[in-house]
T-cell receptor, first 111, second 113 residues
Framework: DAGVTQSPTHLIKTRGQQVTLRCSPK?????VSWYQQALGQGPQFIFQ???????QRGNFPDRFSGHQFPNYSSELNVNALLLGDSALYLC??????????FGAGTRLSVL | AQSVSQHNHHVILSEAASLELGCNYS??????LFWYVQYPGQHLQLLLK??????LVKGIKGFEAEFIKSKFSFNLRKPSVQWSDTAEYFC???????????FGKGTRLHILP
């Protein structure tokens, strides 16, 4: 039984570009949450998707958007990348409200 | 707004020493509490969680945590650490009915062999 899987593992982009990160939840899970973990910090909640809709959003600008597909997988999109967007992006999945099982993350570097 | 404070940013211990990592949260309502561990090069793993019931929670790898509601604390303990416990530890809180988990900044634990 695969856990939460994320792709790609690493990504390098330049300022102003757009990026898409992908997440497949743990088998049987229907809810996906996204977190940003900057260097030396704990993860910060970006948003959560359930039944293909954004259920709750953290304190992140509209440049951060997402999508959930009918198979429960999810994408995180970030537009107009800034240097400060460099971080580890984590996906968490759950059956129900709390996303407690995390993937290994995608490390995004913005140059 | 909810917040989590972890007392120590970096802790160094020798093998077999006892461990206690402090965690305090601020939120007036009912909460769920978590400790996560991130081993070098690995993903965030759930160590233990408290939702309700016995405030002394036992997790994996010999870790335990005690929820003291009056002190808004959820300290992590282990009687005897091993070199393999070297990792970063995150305390986290979730308000009941909310979807987001709020994390502390983490404590980097280094165990000397």
């Amino acid at each position: 039984d695969a856990g939460v899987t994320q792709s790609p593992t690493h990504l390098i982009k330049t300022r102003g570009q757009q990026v898409t990160l992908r997440c497949s939840p743990k088998s049987g899970h229907d809810t996906v949450s996204w977190y940003q973990q900057a260097l030396g910090q704990g993860p910060q909640f970006i948003f959560q998707y359930y039944e293909e809709e954004e259920r709750q959003r953290g304190n992140f600008p509209d440049r951060f958007s997402g999508h959930q597909f009918p198979n429960y997988s999810s994408e995180l999109n970030v537009n107009a990348l800034l240097l400060g967007d460099s971080a580890l992006y984590l996906c968490a999945s759950s059956l129900g409200r709390l996303g407690v099982y995390f993937g290994a993350g995608t490390r995004l570097s913005v140059l | 707004a909810q917040s989590v404070s972890q007392h120590n940013h970096h802790v160094i211990l020798s093998e077999a020493a006892s461990l206690e990592l402090g965690c305090n949260y601020s939120y007036g309502g009912t909460v769920n509490l978590f400790w996560y561990v991130q081993y070098p090069g690995q993903h965030l793993q759930l160590l233990l969680k408290y939702f309700s019931g016995d405030p002394l929670v036992k997790g994996i790898k010999g870790f335990e945590a005690e929820f003291i509601k009056s002190k808004f604390s959820f300290n992590l303990r282990k009687p005897s650490v091993q070199w393999s416990d070297t990792a970063e530890y995150f305390c986290a809180v979730n308000a009941r009915g909310d979807d987001k988990i709020i994390f502390g900044k983490g404590t980097r634990l280094h165990i000397l062999p």
